[in-house]
């Protein structure tokens, strides 16, 4: 069988609603933070919308009722929240068959996440994925999606070109990001976002599952 030359060196992931099935439970942590503080209740399109943001802009557009002096309140909530959580969240299925498959191909592996630092390497150690990832950055460290910064920083770590870059990402944070970054892209529609916002932004797939993400990049990344 011959096999078709790799597109792409470097292949970067977002994290909640991409590779770890976490969109439901941060959705009610943030209608519950907002409760908290006195905020009207966000529905769950307005709540689930602001996932892969940074917490805080995250946060504050969810909550346009809720004053700047109650901000630090709120990130205290739905951190309050999310962590009684943190146990019922898990990769999706099929995520470690498909990271281990893109490791033998030797593709470098990343995380773009709008998680903070501390939120991403607990996820990674409760998950059991240490070693897989390459390289991460987290919107604390760097400019939040859909700012480029953080693919441009992964890609100059790595030293790899925009067209040999692929973001893969189930909002219309994650795509947007990589237009402004000049790098490819792919959807998934399992996530936090309805999939029929993606096409204006180009993605080359949007897959409807882990298995259908997997099997299009062994036969196209």
């Not at 769950?44 to 309140?73: N, R, T, W």
């Not at 501390?118 to 409760?126: F, K």
Request: with cysteine.
């Amino acid at each position: 069988m011959t096999t078709r030359p790799r597109q792409f060196d470097l292949i970067a992931f977002d994290w909640d609603g991409t590779l770890f099935d976490s969109t439901q439970i941060i959705t009610r942590c943030i209608q519950s933070a907002v409760v908290d503080v006195g905020g009207v209740k966000p529905t769950d399109e307005a709540a689930s919308y602001v996932i892969g943001m940074a917490l805080m802009p995250a946060l504050a557009h969810a909550a346009p009722d809720v004053p700047q002096d109650k901000y630090p309140m709120l990130g205290e909530r739905y951190r309050f929240h999310y962590m009684n959580h943190a146990n019922d969240i898990a990769l999706f299925e099929g995520v470690l068959p498909l990271l281990a498959a893109l490791r033998e191909r030797h593709h470098w592996l990343a995380v773009a996440t709008g998680k903070s630092r501390r939120g991403l390497d607990d996820a990674l150690h409760t998950a059991e994925l240490k070693g897989v990832f390459d390289g991460s950055r987290t919107a604390d460290e760097t400019a939040g999606k859909p700012h480029p910064r953080m693919l441009h920083e992964l890609m100059r770590e790595f030293g790899v070109e925009p067209e040999r870059t692929l973001m893969i990402g189930d909002t219309t944070h994650d795509l947007q990001m990589a237009v402004n970054a000049g790098c490819a892209s792919v959807g998934v529609s399992y996530g936090a976002h309805d999939h029929g916002q993606f096409e204006p932004l180009n993605p080359r797939f949007i897959a409807h599952s882990v298995k259908e993400l997997h099997d299009w990049l062994l036969a196209n990344a």
